[in-house]
């Protein structure tokens, strides 16, 4: 199992597993803080607060691509998250590496899928094979890990009341059949729920580590259910050798995971993003 710990081992919520919000709140990186070996940074970012000091410096933040896809979000609020969670990408990053967030180019790694040699993998900083990222964002939420180099993948969720009854039997029927079982032998459909969620964010944290996306296949890899929800594994089956999945921290009625390619124990750190 991961160690995941605060950024700040001083802070005054020491214990992140008993975290009931977005906190503890820390500043930026600095490069001196960069993950090692063995090492993932997790830094969660609750979008309101921050979204008009993101949009302040977005023209100047972000490169032509991310501006272009912003402007051409319908939505207010989708157009805000979006600008926000990248800043907020940018600021981490930037952080580490020492450098202005607005010089970082991106690029992409070759695709993880079989028999696919196109750049449409994990996004990665151009030219700086040190550390590795994963960004996610739902709802008023945006997640970032940061890894010392090894491939990383992280996924946050929100609950939706929506997701209940036939609809959840149908989402849990995309999963691998040891989840699936798993997930049907818990004795309600509010546990189910959570347990799906649970698996989901882990799913597509490891997904997106090895660099295909939810094309690489629902039902092909067995992920499991968060450690707190006591589902045992089924025998036949075990989570992919070479990587460590962590249940993360989370803000009520949220999920979130964080995959990393490792044969050791990871030490996670986890914190809140405080940007401007």
Known sequence: MPLIRPVDDSAPTADPQALDGWGPLAAP???????????????LLH?????????AVADRTLDAGERERAAGMRHETARER??????????????YLGTDPADIEFTRETCGMPDCDKPHGRPAVAGDGTLAFSLSHAGDAALCA???GAPVGADIE?????RTG???????????????????????????????MSCWVRKEAYLKGIGT???????THYVGLAEELGAPAPDDVSTPPGWALADLPAPPGYHAAVAVRTDSVPAVTFAGLRLG
């Open 47 to 55: 979008i309101p607060p921050y979204a008009a000091a993101a949009a």
């Open 158 to 162: 929100e609950r939706s009341p929506r």
């Open 29 to 43: 990186p600095r490069p001196e803080d960069r993950p090692g070996p063995g090492e993932v940074a997790v830094w």
């Open 82 to 95: 979006y600008t926000t969670s990248h800043v907020g990408l940018r600021t981490v990053l930037g952080g």
């Open 146 to 148: 940061v890894s010392g």
């Open 166 to 196: 036939a609809r959840l039997d149908g989402l849990i029927g995309q999963l691998h059949p040891g989840e699936r079982a798993a997930i049907a032998a818990l004795p309600d459909e509010e546990l189910r729920e959570r347990a799906f």
């Open 213 to 219: 996306g939810l094309p690489g296949g629902l039902r």
